[in-house]
């Protein structure tokens, strides 16, 4: 089985150097240096670093130490936006990988290679007769007469591998080439023949146990593996997690990683499956009477809780990242514009920056009534909600966690009105010839589509072809959204739009979700103190006059020509107002879905934004108020910074006030401000500024809040840009007044 290494036109084979690294400013240099100083062909090898999210300046230290290497691409950055962990991280590598790629060595950022490293590697390779990893002896880096690794002993039967050379001395046991059944992951020459036979690694155990995984795998395979102790690395131990969690985060992920292990290795109830169960389990016995009785020697105290938490977690295939150093908090965002999406992404700044686990659910309306998306609520007759703000969102959320373009161009994808869409849309799910067309933005869309992954192509599908049962309906396309046509389609379908956001959700494995105030289909319109009618929220969102909102009003359906006629032969306001509180209709009842995502939450935020459209309508949502009152979590209200036409001449306690009128569901209810509201948070105005909200301190500590934060937390001082939040300011806020109440 041995695959041909041989050197094709007398060249040395290629190498792609894996290096993967999380907050490792302090150390970075000299590993990237050891690669790049290898006695071995330049052209032959490439040095790519993988940065998990490093918060520390990794990644920007990087850059500025190797620019030179950078810009002629032997050294190559990928950045992720998450943390991918080990595994992750040579999964995300293969895809930027040269072309020409033989082996990847796979090290880890605390390792230092021997300048000779690679060839030895290759050494071992050409004289042996298997094609398996090829592996080195590893020192430790500040006593390198010590050996930290060399390989094991894999057993098919038990829980403990034997690790070879460990903290032994170097001798004469530990110099000649040898197969083992594993050699150390921390620095491993990878061949392209295994990734081809076996595959690759599983990110689902994100640390420890992925290589052991992958070479365990390849020993069923028939390869066998290479240990070369001229293949020398240097491994700083002081490092990483031993700098800053100690054990916790190795023991939680090794013992969750050998259970995950043996779930995927045996078959299940197998006598291998209780044997090695058996081992595991005479393993976490010996380890807890160790603890226990060793635990003030030792300082191993904290360590039980994440010994029971990998073990139970290993048991129950709980995969992926798992954050293991701070309480998973549940924030929810009662939002709908910009400002909601301002904080969602603050919110994951702050996560990234501080290693906080989190999640966010969006609480919005679904009563978005604009150009594009009213002209396909009424395409279907009315019975679906509106799809924009749930499909900004989404978008918003995507590009915070992932890169994949044909996703963000699934977004992007607008269709103009001279396009014959349905033909173009019939030809993709009945699979004929494609629609040929010069029109680049005809191309833009059928490329976009074609590489969509395959749970989302699913979805999209579903929708088309039941968009595509109306299709005698004329419908006029108008710089339309596409992903709008695929949320709407979807909803009717599934009857229900919150139906339709969980399946969109999942088949783009998004990490947040939104939930509906109510599923039950609703429209807003709103009167104006001079006694304008905005008969939709189009109307409300594009109101730009002197006359301020006075009040905004829900219906099941919108209001129709004759409505408007008659509104507008009413000669007086007062008349006006009781002819539209007639034309309203009573308020839905809060879905499930919210009310329990408001019980859950550790953290509530009111934030700021366009009140009459977006957030007013999802306040005056029935029986919400009296969940707020009871939930623990602490509420936050952001208030605007600048006034319009919705609230002009507000103060901060007058913002709170209107917004606290339309929670009790316009006066029917009648909690008081602090039974709704524990903190605000306003941005301090400059002085002699009347279109910022005024801060009254006064009339705010009538309120009788348990907090109010007044701090510049205006983005820029730009004329031009005035009003903008700084996300990562409030978030900071928030989270300093979260982590001092339970300290």
Same mark, same amino acid.
């Given at each position: 089985?041995?695959?041909?290494?041989?050197?094709?036109?007398?060249?040395?084979?290629?190498?792609?150097?894996?290096?993967?690294?999380?907050?490792?400013?302090?150390?970075?240099?000299?590993?990237?240096?050891?690669?790049?100083?290898?006695?071995?062909?330049?052209?032959?090898?490439?040095?790519?670093?993988?940065?998990?999210?490093?918060?520390?300046?990794?990644?920007?230290?990087?850059?500025?130490?190797?620019?030179?290497?950078?810009?002629?691409?032997?050294?190559?950055?990928?950045?992720?936006?998450?943390?991918?962990?080990?595994?992750?991280?040579?999964?995300?590598?293969?895809?930027?990988?040269?072309?020409?790629?033989?082996?990847?060595?796979?090290?880890?950022?605390?390792?230092?290679?021997?300048?000779?490293?690679?060839?030895?590697?290759?050494?071992?390779?050409?004289?042996?007769?298997?094609?398996?990893?090829?592996?080195?002896?590893?020192?430790?880096?500040?006593?390198?007469?010590?050996?930290?690794?060399?390989?094991?002993?894999?057993?098919?039967?038990?829980?403990?591998?034997?690790?070879?050379?460990?903290?032994?001395?170097?001798?004469?046991?530990?110099?000649?080439?040898?197969?083992?059944?594993?050699?150390?992951?921390?620095?491993?020459?990878?061949?392209?023949?295994?990734?081809?036979?076996?595959?690759?690694?599983?990110?689902?155990?994100?640390?420890?146990?992925?290589?052991?995984?992958?070479?365990?795998?390849?020993?069923?395979?028939?390869?066998?593996?290479?240990?070369?102790?001229?293949?020398?690395?240097?491994?700083?131990? =002081? !490092? #990483?997690?031993? *700098?800053?969690?100690?054990? @916790? /985060?190795? %023991?939680?992920? &090794?013992?969750?990683?050998?259970?995950?292990?043996?779930?995927?290795?045996?078959?299940?109830?197998?006598?291998?499956?209780?044997?090695?169960?058996?081992?595991?389990?005479?393993?976490?016995?010996?380890?807890?009477?160790?603890?226990?009785?060793?635990?003030?020697?030792?300082?191993?105290?904290?360590?039980?809780?994440?010994?029971?938490?990998?073990?139970?977690?290993?048991?129950?295939?709980?995969?992926?990242?798992?954050?293991?150093?701070?309480?998973?908090?549940?924030?929810?965002?009662?939002?709908?514009?910009?400002?909601?999406?301002?904080?969602?992404?603050?919110?994951?700044?702050?996560?990234?920056?501080?290693?906080?686990?989190?999640?966010?659910?969006?609480?919005?309306?679904?009563?978005?009534?604009?150009? =594009? !998306? #009213?002209?396909? *609520?009424?395409?279907?007759? @009315? /019975?679906? %909600?509106?799809? &924009?703000?749930?499909?900004?969102?989404?978008?918003?959320?995507?590009?915070?966690?992932?890169?994949?373009?044909?996703?963000?161009?699934?977004?992007?994808?607008?269709?103009?009105?001279?396009?014959?869409?349905?033909?173009?849309?019939?030809?993709?799910?009945?699979?004929?010839?494609?629609?040929?067309?010069?029109?680049?933005?005809?191309?833009?869309?059928?490329?976009?589509?074609?590489?969509?992954?395959?749970?989302?192509?699913?979805?999209?599908?579903?929708?088309?072809?039941?968009?595509?049962?109306?299709?005698?309906?004329?419908?006029?396309?108008?710089?339309?959204?596409?992903?709008?046509?695929?949320?709407?389609?979807?909803?009717?379908?599934?009857?229900?739009?919150?139906?339709?956001?969980?399946?969109?959700?999942?088949?783009?494995?998004?990490?947040?979700?939104?939930?509906?105030?109510?599923?039950?289909?609703?429209?807003?319109?709103?009167?104006?103190?001079?006694?304008?009618?905005?008969?939709?929220?189009?109307?409300?969102?594009?109101?730009?006059?002197?006359?301020?909102?006075?009040?905004?009003?829900?219906?099941?359906?919108?209001?129709?020509?004759?409505?408007?006629?008659?509104?507008?032969?009413?000669?007086?306001?007062?008349?006006?107002?009781?002819?539209?509180?007639?034309?309203?209709?009573?308020?839905?009842?809060?879905?499930?879905?919210?009310?329990?995502?408001?019980?859950?939450?550790?953290?509530?935020?009111?934030?700021?934004?366009?009140?009459?459209?977006?957030?007013?309508?999802?306040?005056?949502?029935?029986?919400?108020?009296?969940?707020?009152?009871?939930?623990?979590?602490?509420?936050?209200?952001?208030?605007?910074?600048?006034?319009?036409?919705?609230?002009?001449?507000?103060?901060?306690?007058?913002?709170?006030?209107?917004?606290?009128?339309?929670?009790?569901?316009?006066?029917?209810?009648?909690?008081?401000?602090?039974?709704?509201?524990?903190?605000?948070?306003?941005?301090?105005?400059?002085?002699?500024?009347?279109?910022?909200?005024?801060?009254?301190?006064?009339?705010?500590?009538?309120?009788?809040?348990?907090?109010?934060?007044?701090?510049?937390?205006?983005?820029?001082?730009?004329?031009?840009?005035?009003?903008?939040?700084?996300?990562?300011?409030?978030?900071?806020?928030?989270?300093?007044?979260?982590?001092?109440?339970?300290?």
């Amino acid at each position: 089985m041995r695959w041909d290494i041989k050197l094709k036109n007398n060249l040395l084979p290629f190498i792609s150097i894996v290096i993967a690294s999380f907050n490792r400013k302090d150390i970075i240099e000299e590993s990237i240096k050891s690669t790049l100083n290898q006695q071995y062909k330049e052209d032959r090898f490439e040095v790519i670093l993988v940065d998990n999210n490093s918060s520390d300046g990794t990644i920007e230290e990087v850059n500025k130490l190797f620019k030179k290497e950078i810009n002629n691409r032997k050294l190559k950055i990928v950045s992720l936006n998450y943390n991918s962990g080990s595994s992750g991280s040579c999964i995300e590598a293969i895809k930027f990988l040269d072309s020409r790629w033989e082996y990847v060595l796979k090290m880890d950022e605390d390792i230092v290679l021997d300048s000779k490293c690679l060839i030895e590697m290759i050494n071992a390779a050409k004289t042996s007769i298997y094609d398996g990893m090829i592996g080195g002896k590893v020192f430790f880096y500040k006593n390198r007469k010590k050996i930290h690794a060399v390989g094991s002993h894999l057993s098919p039967w038990f829980a403990i591998s034997k690790g070879i050379g460990v903290n032994k001395s170097d001798n004469e046991v530990y110099q000649n080439i040898k197969t083992l059944d594993g050699v150390s992951g921390c620095m491993v020459l990878i061949p392209r023949s295994i990734y081809e036979k076996v595959g690759w690694f599983d990110n689902d155990y994100f640390l420890y146990y992925d290589d052991h995984d992958l070479m365990y795998k390849s020993l069923k395979k028939g390869f066998r593996h290479i240990f070369n102790p001229k293949a020398i690395g240097y491994h700083d131990t =002081s !490092t #990483g997690n031993k *700098r800053k969690y100690a054990n @916790s /985060k190795w %023991l939680y992920y &090794s013992t969750r990683g050998s259970l995950l292990f043996l779930n995927k290795n045996f078959k299940k109830y197998s006598i291998q499956y209780f044997i090695y169960l058996l081992s595991h389990n005479c393993k976490f016995i010996f380890g807890l009477f160790f603890i226990l009785f060793y635990s003030k020697i030792f300082n191993y105290k904290i360590n039980l809780h994440y010994y029971f938490l990998g073990y139970f977690h290993g048991l129950k295939n709980i995969t992926g990242y798992y954050n293991i150093d701070t309480k998973k908090l549940n924030i929810l965002l009662i939002s709908g514009g910009s400002g909601g999406l301002q904080l969602g992404n603050g919110i994951y700044n702050y996560s990234k920056k501080f290693n906080q686990n989190f999640s966010i659910t969006h609480l919005i309306n679904a009563y978005d009534d604009g150009k =594009s !998306t #009213g002209a396909i *609520r009424e395409f279907f007759k @009315s /019975k679906i %909600l509106g799809p &924009s703000d749930i499909r900004k969102i989404h978008e918003n959320i995507y590009k915070n966690h992932y890169s994949n373009k044909s996703i963000i161009d699934f977004f992007k994808i607008r269709i103009n009105i001279d396009i014959d869409f349905n033909k173009i849309l019939k030809q993709i799910t009945t699979k004929t010839n494609l629609f040929e067309s010069n029109d680049t933005n005809i191309k833009y869309f059928l490329n976009a589509f074609n590489n969509l992954p395959m749970e989302i192509k699913k979805l999209n599908i579903i929708a088309i072809n039941h968009y595509l049962k109306f299709e005698t309906i004329n419908f006029s396309y108008n710089d339309f959204s596409y992903a709008n046509l695929i949320y709407a389609s979807l909803a009717d379908f599934y009857g229900s739009m919150q139906i339709a956001e969980e399946k969109i959700r999942n088949a783009l494995n998004l990490p947040s979700k939104v939930v509906l105030n109510s599923d039950v289909n609703g429209f807003i319109f709103a009167l104006t103190e001079n006694g304008t009618l905005l008969h939709n929220e189009e109307k409300i969102v594009n109101y730009d006059q002197l006359s301020p909102i006075y009040e905004v009003f829900y219906k099941k359906e919108p209001l129709t020509k004759n409505d408007i006629t008659k509104f507008n032969s009413l000669l007086n306001f007062e008349e006006k107002k009781f002819y539209l509180k007639q034309k309203s209709d009573s308020l839905p009842i809060i879905s499930e879905i919210a009310s329990k995502s408001l019980l859950d939450a550790d953290i509530i935020i009111f934030s700021p934004g366009t009140q009459h459209s977006s957030l007013y309508p999802t306040y005056f949502t029935k029986n919400l108020c009296k969940i707020l009152s009871k939930t623990n979590a602490m509420k936050f209200f952001i208030t605007n910074i600048i006034e319009d036409n919705e609230i002009p001449k507000f103060s901060a306690s007058d913002q709170i006030r209107q917004a606290v009128y339309y929670l009790n569901e316009k006066n029917k209810m009648s909690f008081k401000e602090n039974q709704l509201i524990d903190i605000i948070i306003s941005n301090k105005p400059p002085d002699n500024n009347d279109k910022y909200l005024s801060i009254n301190l006064k009339s705010l500590e009538q309120l009788n809040l348990k907090k109010y934060i007044i701090e510049k937390v205006e983005k820029t001082n730009d004329i031009n840009k005035k009003g903008i939040h700084d996300e990562n300011k409030i978030v900071s806020l928030i989270f300093d007044s979260y982590n001092s109440k339970w300290k």
